[in-house]
């Protein structure tokens, strides 16, 4: 079985010991492929400097997350256009809205969010979105940009059917995290994902955040990794009445073709 992780945060600080380890073991476990989360200009240039040392395993998101775009100006887009130009960047983001946190002003977000809505259309990559307690501001920005972008990812998801419907609605995929294994925090999720249609589903463990509460053995950092996708797409795989074998096929295959990805090594 080869499962792909759609968003993986490999060049945080709690992976700087032993990342190398870390990216085997998810290899070793089926992880064939991952992404990796850019969150700010710096972040996305050590996303595709760490992509470029595992081809074909490894790729890049580059943009400017909600919490960051306080620090984002007009002089950063062509340091961002050219992240963007490079093959190892499948995605523009994660870009979007978080008026849970606010840690930058709401018209920064929303400018930054436009900016990268307008690389996307030039660079004809697809979105890797983020949205938190922004849903409304969040769906009318894109519908305003409804042709700048082909594709793309509401990461993350962790909504109910409504704001699923008005995401497919808008073409965009979802990505399903380990919320799903949390009784509390995520027990509507196993409803919610039946719903999703299987081209439009994909997986990721947000590593290191969101460990899946459920782990038999939880590690004793308490920090997620990729390598535990196969348990994340197993609690996807029961809400769906499908095979687990069946859920890492469809979602790898749709990963690959959303992100255009060539086959793992
Ligand atoms: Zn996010």
Avoid at 44 to 59: I, W
Wanted: glycine letters at 6%; one cysteine or more.
């Amino acid at each position: 079985m080869q499962w792909l992780d759609i968003g993986t945060n490999l060049t945080h600080a709690s992976f700087e010991r032993d990342r190398a380890a870390v990216i085997e073991r998810a290899r070793a476990a089926g992880v064939a492929q991952m992404l990796i989360t850019g969150a700010s200009v710096s972040s996305s240039a050590a996303a595709v400097q760490l992509a470029r040392t595992y081809p074909r395993t490894l790729y890049a998101t580059a943009g400017v997350h909600p919490h960051n775009a306080a620090e984002f100006s007009a002089e950063d887009l062509p340091v961002l256009r050219a992240l963007l130009s490079q093959p190892e960047v499948v995605a523009v983001g994660e870009c979007g809205l978080d008026y849970y946190r606010d840690y930058s002003a709401r018209a920064a977000q929303l400018q930054a969010f436009e900016w990268q809505l307008q690389l996307a259309a030039e660079a004809g990559k697809p979105l890797f979105l983020h949205q938190r307690d922004a849903h409304e501001d969040f769906l009318a920005v894109l519908r305003n940009h409804r042709r700048a972008f082909a594709a793309g990812v509401a990461h993350c998801f962790t909504a109910g059917a409504a704001e699923l419907e008005a995401y497919l609605e808008l073409g965009l995929s979802i990505g399903v995290t380990g919320w799903i294994c949390d009784e509390r925090r995520g027990g509507h999720l196993a409803s919610v994902v039946g719903l999703i249609p299987p081209e439009r589903l994909l997986l990721e463990t947000d590593a290191p955040y969101l460990l899946p509460r459920d782990l038999s053995a939880k590690p004793k950092s308490r920090r997620n990794e990729p390598m535990y996708l196969p348990h994340i797409g197993a609690a996807v795989a029961r809400a769906r009445g499908q095979s687990v074998e069946e859920c890492a096929r469809l979602t790898t295959l749709h990963a690959r073709a959303l992100f255009q990805l060539p086959d793992p090594p």
